[in-house]
T-cell receptor, first 117, second 112 residues
């Protein structure tokens, strides 16, 4: 596609529910990132994929958060047993650079806004 | 660890006014520096960047100079327009990695 596509754009979940957020990066982009943006804050790094390999998951806040990119294109961020503090916008970004030669120019999707009641 | 500090908003200006949004950083090594912008209802997009000391990034009339001695990357524009109203994020990435560290963002509101 022309840009990074994320779905759903808005998700309301009851506390304790599981949610799955999808990211469709720009075609051919090797690197894919997930960020979490709380209200009034800047995005914070969650995890990074190079093709299908998850090379960095140091930003995932707990073991309730899980991300995958099984075929090196579409990625899913799953949050189990959601809590109120998980309420945030989840941003996906991609580019065609590999780790070690990456300059930080990322193409972002519009984000998925998660509200946990 | 890496961190970015930028001035709190909102910054409210009249059209054609001069804009400065301050950004300072803490990082190991020699980071690349960025300004990203988020227009209402849209995703973050890169505005400009600088990859080494004394580099000046520029785009759409905006400029920022990488100052290693003051660890700063202030965003400036000589004459703002209503269409510049957005949230501006300063960010950095360490050498060879693209994991970005963002500031909290500064909202700019420009009135006619």
């Amino acid at each position: 596609g022309a840009g990074v596509s994320q779905s759903p754009r808005y998700k309301v979940a009851k506390r304790g529910q599981d949610v799955a957020l999808r990211c469709d990066p720009i075609s051919g982009h090797v690197s894919l990132f997930w960020y979490q943006q709380a209200l009034g804050q800047g995005p914070e790094f969650l995890t990074y994929f190079q093709n299908e390999a998850q090379l960095d998951k140091s930003g995932l806040p707990s073991d309730r958060f899980f991300a995958e990119r099984p075929e090196g294109s579409v990625s899913t961020l799953k949050i189990q047993r959601t809590q109120q503090e998980d309420s945030a916008v989840y941003l996906c970004a991609s580019n065609n650079r590999v780790l070690g030669r990456n300059t930080g120019e990322l193409f972002f999707g519009e984000g998925s806004r998660l509200t946990v009641l | 660890g890496n961190s970015v500090t930028q001035m709190e908003g909102p910054v409210t200006l009249s059209e054609e006014a001069f804009l400065t949004i301050n950004c300072t950083y803490t990082a190991t090594g020699y980071p690349s520096l960025f300004w990203y912008v988020q227009y209402p209802g849209e995703g973050l997009q890169l505005l400009l960047k600088a990859t080494k000391a004394d580099d000046k990034g520029s785009n759409k009339g905006f400029e920022a100079t990488y100052r290693k001695e003051t660890t700063s990357f202030h965003l400036e524009k000589g004459s703002v327009q209503v269409s510049d109203s957005a949230v501006y994020f300063c960010a950095l990435s360490s050498s060879g990695y693209s994991t970005l560290t963002f500031g909290k963002g500064t909202m700019l509101l420009v009135s006619p």
